[in-house]
């Protein structure tokens, strides 16, 4: 078992910066695809970003640019940094987790696979 903890979240005015960080415990060797989905009220999970444990990184189309995903392998640690953050990026923001065969199945195209998640961090962003 994986044990996912999310911080970072807050409340921030429209082009101000995020970093949220996900922490891994437990059997963290059975996990090497990190990824961020978030989730907005009455809508599906949506895929941000995600990352395998050499650092390929892959990202939704409608965050790049704005959106960076690294981690701290050493600390078991992800991190997922906003910046020009915008109302539509309001939305609670999960960390999750997976093993993958082969690195190009760790992507956020989809959120099943993924077995391991956090409680999520809340992200509001005011105009």
């Known amino acids: 078992q994986v044990q996912l903890a999310e911080s970072g979240g807050g409340s921030v005015q429209a082009g101000g910066s995020l970093r949220l960080s996900c922490v891994a415990s437990g059997n963290t060797a059975t996990k090497n695809c990190m990824a961020w989905f978030r989730q907005a009220p009455g809508t599906e999970r949506e895929g941000v970003a995600s990352?395998?444990?050499?650092?390929?990184?892959d990202y939704a189309a409608s965050v790049k640019g704005r959106f960076t995903i690294s981690q701290d392998n050493a600390k078991n640690a992800e991190y997922l940094q906003i910046v020009n953050l915008r109302p539509e990026d309001t939305a609670m923001y999960y960390c999750?987790?997976?093993?993958?065969?082969?690195?190009?199945?760790?992507?956020?195209?989809?959120?099943?696979?993924?077995?391991?998640w956090g409680q999520g961090t809340q992200v509001t962003v005011s105009s």
């Open positions: 999750a987790a997976r093993r993958v065969p082969f690195p190009s199945w760790c992507s956020v195209a989809t959120a099943s696979g993924y077995n391991y």
């Open positions: 990352i395998t444990s050499a650092g390929t990184a």
